[in-house]
C-alpha cells in the first residue's frame, strides 16, 4: 500500500513553501515518524516525518517552490526493510566496547601511567594508518578532556555506514590541500543561489521596518563587573543547583522585563490608529539558526528567576539550531532582545522586528577605561542600544528606559525589588 506524503500547513495565511532539503535519499527504506524533508516558509523552517515504515519515492525536487497540500513524495508500506540496515547497528552495538574494553586493556599493561598527549603520539609511531592525518587544537582539547584517544575514535568510525553523503565529502576534498594566499589560484566565478522562503520574507520585512516606521536609536554604556563578580562566585552553585549555566541574558531578560513594566509605552505597538500596551512581557530572544535568524519568545518574563529564564532560552535556542521551532514558539512576543557580542560586534543599530516598537542590542563585552570616584579604572565595558519607534516612544521616555536597565544590570539586587532602590523601599522613602 502506497501512502502519499503532503505538504502540511506551516500556519495561517501561508499558501506555499519551498522544499529546502530532503534528508533521504529516493528509494531508502524509512521508518515511522523519521524525518524525511525540511520546508521553509516566510516564517520558519520545519520538518516532516514519515507517517509509515517503507520505501519512499521522491516526487519534487529539493529548491522547489509548492502549494501547501502538495504531493511530495510516496511511501511503499509493502516493502520490506533491508537486513543490512538492522544487521549493521547491531554489529556496531557489539563491536564497539569490545574494542574499547581491548584498547583499555593494551593501554594498562604496556603503560601505567600516560598523558593523553603521549599515548597520541605512540599510537602515530606504532601504527600511522591509526591516527588522523590532522587534529585541530579544538578537537585535541575536547579529546582530552574526555579522555578519548585517536585509536578509539577511528575504530568507532571505522563501524559507522558510509553513506552517499560522507562520498560525497570526499569526491569534492580529496584533492585539497592548505594553501598559501599567494599561491591561491586567483578566480573571478560567480555562483547564484536561489534565496529561501524564509530570507525572502525577513528581507522583505526588514525594508518594510526601515521605510513604515520613525526608527530612532539612543545608546548607553553598562559596566558589566558586577554581574562578572556573581557569575564568578555563585556560576558552580547556580549549576548544581539548576543544572545549567548562568549566563549574561538572563540578567538582561529580567533588567528589560522589569524595565519594561515601569515603561509601558515601550512594550507596545500600533494597531490601526490605536495603540496597544501590554500589561505583561513577552520577551523574544534573536537566535542564529542555520536558515537564518529566528526569534523564539519567552513567556511573562516578568514572573520568571534567572533559572527559568536560562533554561526557557537554552530550550528554545536548541529547537532553533535543530530546526525544531514552530510558530507559536515565535509569535507574540512584546519585545526583542538580540546580542551581536557572541559575533564580536562592538556597537550596532539594530532593526525593529515589528510589529514591536523597540528593540535592545547587546554588544561585545571589552575592557576600557572609566572614571569612577574621580579615578581612572579599567572595567569590563559594553555598548547597548536601544532602537525604537519615534511614533510612538519619545526621546525622554527611550532614554529613561535603556538608564533603567543600565542601573539593573550595574545593581542587579535592584531585580529582587521591582526596579526599586532596596534601601529606599527599605525604608518606605
Known amino acids: 500500500m502506497k501512502k502519499e506524503i503532503k505538504v502540511p500547513s506551516p500556519g495561517e495565511s501561508i499558501s506555499e513553501v519551498q522544499l529546502a532539503n530532503w534528508l533521504v535519499e529516493d528509494g531508502e527504506f524509512v521508518e515511522k515518524d523519521q524525518e524525511i524533508a525540511e520546508i521553509d516558509s516566510d516564517k520558519a523552517t520545519l520538518s516532516i516525518a ?10 519534487v525536487e529539493a529548491g522547489e517552490t509548492i502549494d501547501v497540500g502538495s504531493v511530495i513524495a510516496t511511501i511503499d508500506s509493502a516493502a520490506k526493510a533491508p537486513d543490512n540496515k538492522a544487521a549493521g547497528y547491531e554489529e556496531s552495538k557489539v563491536k564497539e566496547p569490545v574494542q574499547k574494553s581491548e584498547t583499555k586493556e593494551i593501554s594498562q599493561e604496556t603503560k601505567p601511567v600516560a598523558s593523553k598527549d603521549e599515548a597520541a603520539k605512540e599510537i602515530k609511531k606504532e601504527d600511522p594508518e591509526q591516527s588522523f592525518g590532522h587534529v585541530s587544537p579544538l578537537a585535541q582539547k575536547l579529546l582530552n578532556e574526555h579522555q578519548i584517544d585517536e585509536k578509539e575514535l577511528i575504530n568507532f568510525f571505522k563501524n559507522q555506514r558510509l553513506s552517499k553523503k560522507d562520498v560525497e565529502f570526499y569526491l569534492e576534498h580529496k584533492g585539497q590541500q592548505i594553501v598559501s594566499a599567494e599561491s591561491r589560484p586567483i578566480s573571478r566565478e560567480t555562483e547564484n543561489k536561489k534565496m529561501s522562503t524564509l530570507r525572502l520574507k525577513l528581507a522583505k520585512r526588514l525594508v518594510a521596518v526601515k521605510n513604515e516606521t520613525a526608527m530612532l536609536t539612543t545608546f548607553n554604556e553598562v559596566n558589566m563587573a558586577p554581574i562578572m563578580e556573581i557569575r564568578k562566585q555563585y556560576k558552580e552553585a547556580f549549576k548544581e543547583k539548576h543544572g545549567i549555566g548562568l549566563g549574561f541574558m538572563s540578567f538582561f531578560t529580567k533588567a528589560v522585563a522589569e524595565a519594561l513594566i515601569l515603561f509601558p509605552q515601550i512594550n507596545a505597538q500600533i494597531e490601526g490608529e490605536e495603540i496597544v500596551q501590554f500589561k505583561y512581557a513577552d520577551i523574544g530572544i534573536a537566535v542564529s539558526a542555520p536558515k537564518g535568524l529566528v526569534v523564539p519568545v519567552l513567556r511573562n518574563t516578568e514572573g520568571m528567576n534567572l533559572a527559568e529564564i536560562e533554561l526557557k532560552i537554552k ?17 507574540g512576543g512584546t519585545f526583542t532582545i538580540t546580542n551581536g557580542g557572541v559575533f564580536g560586534s562592538m556597537l550596532s543599530t539594530p532593526i525593529i522586528n515589528p510589529p514591536q516598537s523597540a528593540i535592545l542590542g547587546m554588544h561585545n563585552i571589552v575592557e576600557r577605561p572609566v572614571a569612577i570616584d574621580g579615578k581612572v579604572e579599567i572595567q569590563p565595558i559594553m555598548y547597548v542600544a536601544l532602537s525604537y519607534d519615534h511614533r510612538i516612544i519619545d526621546g525622554k521616555d527611550s532614554v529613561s528606559f535603556l538608564v533603567k536597565v543600565k542601573e539593573l544590570l550595574e545593581d542587579p539586587t535592584r531585580l529582587l525589588f521591582a526596579g526599586q532602590d532596596p534601601i529606599k523601599t527599605l525604608l518606605g522613602v
Open 50 to 59: 514519515a507517517e509509515d515504515a517503507g520505501a519512499i519515492k521522491i516526487m
Open 315 to 331: 530550550e528554545l535556542a536548541t529547537k532553533a539550531r535543530d530546526n525544531k521551532i514552530t510558530l507559536d514558539d515565535m509569535t
